[in-house]
């Protein structure tokens, strides 16, 4: 490894005109910085003895400044680092100590170009070490140009485990530093190459799927969370395709996609069915009829005529995908994955990963999870909307809504026990009106 | 040997480098300064209590302090004597009373302006200062009975509204007392180095070690305001790479390895508060309702970039995490942690939730301010909001000034809730210092500084006002053993126009 090293610095820096850091050569070359350094160095010697300017460096000087305020280019407020000494103001404070000059010793690190480091070397009153920073192809004006490489680093290298790094690339090592184990880790990198294709489609594809994704991801989550959370979805329909009638729209097959799963536990369908005659329609549980007509014939036959050659091609890096966004569901303090009974994991190969939009969607109480001591979960809330209707009049309008909830935010009045209950509620309809849903309002009572 | 000099400007053969490794930073936080969660905290209470509170726990310490000055004190044969309320003063009485200060200022932001904000044609530009220019800014000391005016020499540019002292004079003609000298509270109880430490180890019947590991340094650093731009400040990488140990030779790397931790002082990023002004609250509400994540209003990238930085130094040295006034924290003091979800990768790094009272070494996202053991000392910091707001009070005072002030005071906040945003505290109020810290360290300053300040009981405390990374590119190094302080400073020679 050591050896190809003038291959490596040749290639990036002469022919793709990059600029590299000893930090950066180090972590290509798999070697200790140390020596990334003097790899630069020679490097750096090396062809300008070819070929005079055709690498351009740049320096680090570290050790004692003799007169930081003249220094030419550095930070005005570098000057100023003087010991302050407590001046008592107060005429009743009992001892005003004598202030005692004593300087607060300064270190300084000057990363500087090549063209600089000779005046830059004079200013210091002693040079604790020097060593080269970057090499690049020609002058550089921005000096944070330079932190580019540290960014690719960040990109390139992220599968590396950070703890093992001290071994090879000798940054001080600290043995007292544990890591969780990545359970809650984002995604490697990775995750957006496996599908850069699909990742692409299911934003445009429909709006209210990425609705639900939104939700369940983490607004701080990074952006490979999110691509590959929405490709997930979107690939196990497109398999779906094959035995689908294609009438419906691509709305309708995102959302089906996602509560497919629960037409699988046999009793649930029907439970669909009820909610889908019986629902007072409001707008929001428009698309869940036609899901659960979705399911209803896809229950039948498409599960077990799907094709198998496909399915057993499609297994493994559907199983990768699930372990992705299991963890990143999980990421997302969405617990209820563990509520799902491991019989429905084996049920739904298919369609592993719709499981827990269908438990949501199902029961409609707040799956609750208590987790490392907080208490996470989703609820469903009864959300009071205004609407004008037609005639001008105020309707309001109550809407179920999920929700997600942490122990941050306080219990519900009353949680509800049972998911029978909404059932029975749903297939009330509208008959019970106002009374039955009131009590859900009650029920739901937004905290 | 190039390799032991630091000069590392050589070529082959390279010689296999030596790895070093960190020693172990003894730390262990205090919960002080954490608000109830959820349902139990409350924003309803009025501020009355705080002043109360304040009061009521200051009184004894201030009228000690007084008497011990003041009961010999004689002015014209007459004995200075003690008078319980303000109001009971004496038209010529020679007396001292306790209070709280509170100043009339002119440029003091008034919340009836933010009423009649409507009605400008162009807003005042934001104050410097509050100090009306001509000088006519009233002061007046208060208690639970009232309030009286104070006048007097002793007073000019000393205090600050919030602050609890005992003055000595007499009661003019006019009304007005005036003032002949003061008397405050002063450093309260220090603890002795690892005392904490070694009751824990006796509560749980271990033997009080004697023999602890030497301790390393711990480096401060305030105001990073990562911007998540693509040209993002180069001082910020060395700064990384400094605190690995990858930069410099090796006589700089085995100076970096005595560095056991580090305290992010506030201002990690720069304009990364999800509060929006009120015009941009208004025209965001305007505007189409989104549902769900929408990348135009918030900008992402300068957490991440952070949670990028902080997890390279994680892997090597412990990270103690303050919020700042820029960051996306809650505004009110005392700030909560930063929000482990903003941190993706550091968080791995941290201990989860549940075990989050115990020491740890990784990342610890704590308040601002924050209190705590490192290495046996009791370590006060904040990330300078309440410096910055009492220098709006006075004149020609320097941070560290201030802060010594505010230990003697009692008090790290006075001006909080006055001009300072705070939360409403009813029965107890962190910001008073109960135990004297021995380092007290302000974060995002304009400049760097560090003195060392003495009680009446012998205590000793060193306050380090750290300057923003962003500007000073200066890094505080504090040794744990003898509190020495160096500094760092990490300079770039700008290409510029040559002279």
Request: charge should be negative.
């Amino acid at each position: 490894m050591t050896e190809n090293y003038k291959e490596y610095l040749a290639a990036r820096v002469l022919t793709d005109n990059r600029i590299v850091t000893y930090r950066l050569a180090s972590r290509a070359l798999r070697v200790n910085v140390n020596i990334a350094k003097q790899m630069l160095h020679d490097f750096y010697l090396t062809q300008n003895a070819n070929k005079q300017k055709s690498v351009h460096a740049t320096f680090l000087l570290t050790g004692k400044r003799r007169n930081p305020e003249h220094t030419n280019g550095i930070h005005a407020k570098d000057g100023e680092d003087t010991f302050m000494h407590s001046s008592p103001y107060m005429s009743s404070l009992p001892e005003p100590e004598e202030p005692e000059e004593e300087p607060v010793p300064v270190t300084s690190m000057v990363l500087v170009r090549e063209e600089e480091l000779e005046k830059t070397k004079a200013e210091f009153e002693e040079v604790t070490s020097i060593h080269v920073y970057s090499l690049e192809p020609g002058l550089i004006e921005n000096m944070n140009m330079l932190s580019v490489c540290n960014q690719e680093i960040a990109k390139d290298y992220i599968n590396e485990n950070p703890l093992e790094g001290w071994k090879t690339y000798g940054s001080i090592h600290n043995s007292y530093i544990k890591r969780r184990t990545a359970k809650f880790a984002p995604p490697p990198s990775a995750a957006p190459k496996s599908a850069p294709k699909t990742a692409v489609k299911p934003s445009a594809a429909g709006p209210s799927k990425e609705k639900e994704t939104a939700a369940t991801a983490t607004r701080g989550s990074t952006s490979e969370d999110n691509t590959s959370a929405r490709s997930t979805p979107q690939s196990s329909s497109g398999s779906n395709t094959l035995k689908k009638s294609d009438s419906k729209s691509n709305l309708k097959r995102d959302r089906s996609d996602i509560f497919r799963s629960f037409a699988k536990a046999k009793a649930k369908p029907k439970e669909a069915e009820k909610s889908k005659e019986s629902t007072p329609a409001p707008p929001e549980d428009e698309p869940m009829q036609d899901m659960s007509e979705d399911e209803a014939d896809e229950n039948d036959a498409p599960e077990i005529a799907f094709d198998e050659q496909k399915a057993a091609a499609a297994r493994k890096a559907r199983a990768e995908r699930e372990e992705k966004l299991r963890k990143m569901m999980e990421d997302d303090d969405d617990e209820e994955m563990v509520d799902a009974s491991p019989t429905e994991e084996k049920e739904s190969d298919d369609a592993p990963l719709d499981k827990a939009p269908s438990g949501k969607s199902e029961e409609s109480e707040a799956a609750v999870t208590v987790q490392g001591g907080r208490r996470r979960g989703r609820r469903r809330v009864m959300k009071k909307k205004k609407v004008k209707d037609e005639d001008g009049y105020l309707v309001t309008k109550e809407e179920m809504v999920w929700e997600s909830f942490s122990e941050d935010e306080p219990e519900p009045k009353k949680p509800k026990p049972a998911p029978t209950k909404s059932s029975t509620t749903a297939a009330k309809g509208k008959k019970t009106g106002k009374q039955g849903q009131g009590s859900i309002a009650s029920f739901f009572k937004k905290a | 040997m190039a390799s032991a000099d630091g000069d590392l400007l050589k070529g082959p053969p390279f010689e296999p480098v030596y790895q070093s490794s960190r020693g172990p930073s003894a730390y262990s936080p205090l919960h002080t300064f954490e608000l109830p969660k959820g349902a139990e905290r409350h924003y309803q209470q009025q501020y009355a209590d705080m002043y109360f509170l304040r009061l009521a726990q200051l009184r004894s310490s201030v009228k000690q302090r007084a008497e011990d000055a003041w009961k010999d004190f004689e002015l014209g044969g007459e004995k200075a004597k003690m008078v319980d309320r303000v109001l009971d003063v004496r038209q010529g009485e020679l007396c001292w009373i306790v209070g709280t200060v509170f100043i009339e200022m002119g440029l003091k932001p008034n919340i009836l302006d933010d009423i009649s904000k409507e009605h400008w044609i162009a807003a005042p530009p934001p104050r410097e200062k509050y100090l009306s220019p001509s000088g006519q800014d009233e002061m007046m000391l208060e208690d639970e009975s009232g309030r009286l005016r104070i006048t007097g020499e002793a007073l000019a540019s000393h205090y600050v509204t919030g602050c609890v002292l005992a003055a000595l004079g007499t009661e003019q003609a006019d009304g007005s007392f005036q003032v002949i000298a003061t008397q405050y509270a002063d450093l309260p109880r220090q603890p002795q180095r690892w005392e904490r430490d070694d009751s824990a180890l006796a509560v749980s019947g271990q033997k009080v070690k004697q023999k602890r590991e030497k301790a390393g340094k711990v480096a401060i650093v305030s105001g990073l305001e990562i911007t998540g731009t693509l040209d993002e400040d180069i001082a910020l990488d060395l700064l990384i790479e400094y605190l690995t140990g990858e930069l410099g030779g090796s006589p700089d790397q085995e100076k970096a390895r005595e560095i056991t931790r580090l305290i992010i002082a506030g201002n990690s990023m720069s304009h990364s508060s999800p509060i929006l002004s009120r015009e941009d609250f208004a025209a965001q509400k305007a505007g189409k309702k989104h549902y769900g994540y929408d990348a135009s209003n918030y900008n992402s990238s300068p957490s991440e970039r952070f949670d990028s930085l902080l997890s390279d130094i994680l892997a090597s040295l412990p990270v103690t995490l303050l919020p700042g006034s820029s960051d996306p924290a809650n505004v009110a003091l005392p700030q909560q942690p930063l929000h482990p979800a903003l941190f993706p990768q550091s968080r791995q790094y941290a201990n989860p939730p549940v075990e989050s009272n115990e020491s740890r070494e990784g990342l610890d996202s704590v308040t601002n301010p924050w209190e705590g053991d490192i290495d046996g000392w009791r370590v006060l910091g904040t990330g300078g909001q309440t410096i910055h707001d009492l220098l709006k009070y006075v004149e020609d005072v320097e941070a560290l000034t201030v802060m010594e002030m505010m230990l003697r005071w009692r008090c790290i906040a006075p001006t909080a809730p006055d001009t300072l945003w705070c939360y409403p505290f009813q029965d107890d109020d962190p910001l008073l210092v109960k135990d004297c810290p021995h380092i007290y360290f302000a974060g995002n300053q304009t400049k760097f500084g560090a003195s060392v300040i003495q009680g009446p009981a012998d205590q000793q405390v060193l306050l380090i006002s750290v300057p923003k990374f962003s500007e000073s590119k200066m890094v505080v190094l504090l040794d744990m053993e003898s509190l020495a302080v160096e500094t760092v400073q990490i300079g770039i020679v700008r290409p510029g126009p040559k002279e």
